[in-house]
C-alpha cells in the first residue's frame, strides 16, 4: 500500500475524486501544492491533512474556503485572522470567485 500511496498520479487522480484522499497521501505528496490545491477544491476540508507551509499558503486557504467555509480552521493563525479569508467575505467578494488565482483584479486604465 505504501507504494500506492506514493504514485503522484495515483494519488491525484483520487483527490480529484475525493479531497479527503489526500489523508491518505505519502507525506512528500502533502506537501505537494497542486496536490493540495486539487485537494481543496474538490473539498476544503481536506486542508486539514497538508503540510504546515501549505496552510499558510493564501491561494490554498482561499481554495479551501470556497469550497467549505469552516475550512478556516485548519489554516495557519495569521491566515485564519484575516477577515478577507473569512467565509463571509470570500462569499462577498466579487473578485473570489471560483478559479481565480488570487485576490488581485487588473486595473485598465481608460483614456478620455
Request: hydrophobic fraction near 50%; include cysteine; proline fraction near 5%.
Amino acid at each position: 500500500a505504501a507504494p500506492l500511496k506514493a504514485d503522484r498520479e495515483l494519488v491525484l487522480e483520487a483527490v480529484h475524486q475525493n479531497g479527503n484522499a489526500l489523508r491518505h497521501a505519502a507525506v512528500p505528496l502533502k506537501a505537494d501544492r497542486e496536490m493540495v490545491l486539487e485537494a481543496v477544491r474538490q473539498n476544503g476540508n481536506a486542508l486539514c491533512c497538508a503540510a504546515a507551509p501549505l496552510k499558510a499558503d493564501r491561494e490554498v486557504v482561499l481554495e479551501a474556503v470556497r469550497q467549505h467555509g469552516e475550512a478556516l480552521r485548519h489554516a495557519a493563525v495569521p491566515l485564519q485572522a484575516d477577515y478577507l479569508l473569512s467565509p463571509d467575505a470570500v462569499a462577498v467578494n466579487p473578485f473570489a470567485v471560483q478559479g481565480s488565482k488570487s485576490l488581485v483584479c487588473t486595473v485598465f486604465e481608460l483614456s478620455a
